[in-house]
Nanobody, 119 residues
């Protein structure tokens, strides 16, 4: 099992910035991918960005150029720096981790952190 604890959400004005953090604990030696998804009211959960332990990044075009994912493998923590925030970025942001146990994959989710972009 992997436990994920997120922090850093909140209320910010349009054009502002926030930094989300997610710390993993538990069977962290099996975690290969960590990242972020988000879910806005009435919408499906969608990919924001993920990063493998080797540094490969997958992200949605919606946030490219504004959001940056980074990872500190020594601290088992993944970050999401969000700049130039827009009202449409308002959502619950979920930390995500995928484990790889000799080819058997598992997925884990954090409890979510609310990001609200509003004036």
């Amino acid at each position: 099992q992997v436990q994920l604890v997120e922090s850093g959400g909140g209320l910010v004005q349009p054009g502002g910035s926030l930094r989300l953090s997610c710390a993993a604990s538990g069977l962290i030696f099996r975690v290969d991918t960590m990242g972020w998804y988000r879910q806005a009211p009435g919408k499906q959960r969608e990919l924001v960005a993920t990063m493998t332990s080797g540094g490969s990044i997958d992200s949605t075009d919606i946030v490219k150029g504004r959001f940056t994912i980074s990872r500190d493998n020594a601290k088992n923590t993944v970050y999401l720096q969000m700049n130039s925030l827009k009202p449409e970025d308002t959502a619950v942001y979920y930390c995500y981790a995928r484990t790889n146990n000799y080819g058997i994959y598992g997925t884990f989710w954090g409890q979510g952190t609310q990001v609200t972009v509003s004036s």
